[in-house]
């Protein structure tokens, strides 16, 4: 028998209909599974910050300058807003941190009250510099952080176009000033030349004194700084933009832990079941009720899961210093997180066998694409997005964001419920299947698809 017949057998052990058919048919297309889903869950997230949303707040009080009224918050705000680059919202200082905190924004800019009079001051002996705060969140994802700096190229160009408008307004200003000004020395200038040689004293005296009025008033129409460099800087970096992050994850790999952590713990209920039996078969013929053997076969699984997860975060914290908020909530959702994917996987696997692993597999692929854990779910396209609130991992990895970096508390107690129900519903199936597989089929005393 040459290797090509026993490939040719070894292929035909897949026969039946229709799952077992479509297990070769799966296999072959996992490549493209995995990196077609996951090229275009990020093909293009910098080109889909349009999507999204960050809150605006412009509490600047207007100021009158020579004149004219300088508004260079609402100029600024509404230069952002037209400016696409983010799905800006304008809102108030209150609604701004409660959409933060509620994952509505991913992060806010605000625009202080005396925004305009210091850029008022640009250019004067009194000149200050203005500031706006940009406010973030590491709780609600790490790499929108790094992405909040495309923001600060967008929000120097609006601060660009409010600062040119605000120093035109002030100019305007201040050649009136002028004007007026270089009249009344023109005046003065006018008498004293008709003076001279014919007029008396007193007329002379009249147009030196309005000459050296109007000469003063120049003077004072030009700015003299009294610090030069204040000055100097005002005019270079007119404004800056400080940075506050309520929850800072510090470092690349202590935002991204959660990610790799729910991966890492998925990878393991996949494998699991490779080397474990998911059923006692003497169990499964025997006189246990269908619970037990649901749970026995579950538990072993789920308690070396549970080891393995902890292993994994002694490991990180100790040799990279991953530090989290709380340990003990870390560890605790670490384990309901390894029990309730590790049941999962026991359910596909005992109603399934081998095409079980297989939809295992295609789930971790959805769940990469579609959890968030890299950018901003709003990033990704409509598909991923309706995937992103059904699936286990998307709760894993924001709950272990509020126990690592810190953060809203409702967060994490909704990462424990759903996590929990996914193990109940888990295990309650199990048993319905353990209930099943008690009635003894042909195809169930000679299975087509074995391992």
């Not at 700096?149 to 609006?158: H, T, V």
């Not at 998307?394 to 953060?407: A, C, F, H, P, Q």
Request: glycine content about 10%; overall charge positive.
């Amino acid at each position: 028998m040459n290797f090509l017949r026993l490939t040719r057998l070894e292929l035909r052990r897949f026969r039946g209909f229709p799952l077992p058919r479509l297990v070769p048919v799966v296999i072959a297309l996992v490549p493209l599974l995995y990196g077609s889903l996951y090229l275009w869950s990020n093909w293009d997230p910098y080109g889909r910050f349009r999507d999204v949303p960050v809150a605006i707040v412009n509490e600047d009080r207007p100021v009158t300058v020579d004149g004219q009224t300088v508004a260079a918050g609402q100029q600024l705000t509404q230069t952002i807003l037209a400016s696409g680059t983010f799905k800006w919202r304008e809102t108030t200082a209150a609604k701004a941190m409660d959409g933060l905190r509620d994952r509505d924004y991913y992060f806010t800019v605000t625009v202080p009250p005396d925004f305009s009079a210091k850029l008022a001051s640009t250019g004067t002996p009194q000149a200050r510099q203005a500031m706006l705060t940009m406010t973030l969140d590491d709780a609600n994802g790490f790499i929108i952080g790094k992405a909040a700096e495309s923001a600060k190229a967008s929000l120097q160009g609006a601060i660009t176009q409010a600062v040119q408008s605000t120093l035109a307004q002030q100019a305007f200003g201040r050649l009136g000033t002028l004007q007026q000004q270089l009249g009344q020395a023109a005046a003065g200038a006018r008498q004293l030349d008709a003076g001279i040689g014919v007029a008396p004293n007193d007329q002379l005296k009249a147009g030196a004194g309005q000459l050296a009025t109007g000469l003063d008033g120049l003077a004072a129409a030009v700015p003299v700084p009294a610090n030069p460099g204040q000055t100097t800087t005002s005019l270079t970096t007119p404004v800056t933009i400080a940075e506050h992050n309520l929850h800072p994850a510090k470092v690349y790999g202590r935002g991204m832990a959660p990610f790799f952590f729910a991966i890492a713990l998925w990878v393991f209920g996949l494998i699991a079941f490779l080397v474990i039996r998911p059923l006692n078969t003497r169990a499964l013929s025997g006189r246990s009720g269908a619970v037990t053997v649901a749970l026995a076969g579950w538990l072993p699984a789920a308690l070396l899961g549970v080891v393995g997860a902890w292993v994994l975060y002694g490991v990180v914290d100790l040799g990279l210093g991953l530090d989290p908020e709380d340990v003990g909530q870390t560890l605790g959702l670490l384990a309901l997180g390894a029990a309730a994917f590790v049941a999962i996987d026991h359910v596909l696997n005992t109603a399934f066998g081998v095409v079980g692993d297989v939809v295992s597999l295609i789930l971790l692929m959805l769940q990469l694409t579609s959890c968030g854990g890299l950018y901003p779910i709003e990033t990704t396209p409509l598909p991923f997005r309706a995937l992103h609130p059904v699936l286990p991992m998307t709760y894993l990895v924001d709950g272990l964001r509020v126990t690592i970096s810190g953060g809203e508390s409702w967060v994490l107690t909704r990462a424990c419920l759903v996590l929990g129900g996914y193990l109940l519903v888990a295990l309650a199936l199990s048993v319905l299947v353990v209930t099943r597989r008690r009635v003894w089929t042909m195809a169930r005393l000679k299975p087509v698809v074995q391992l």
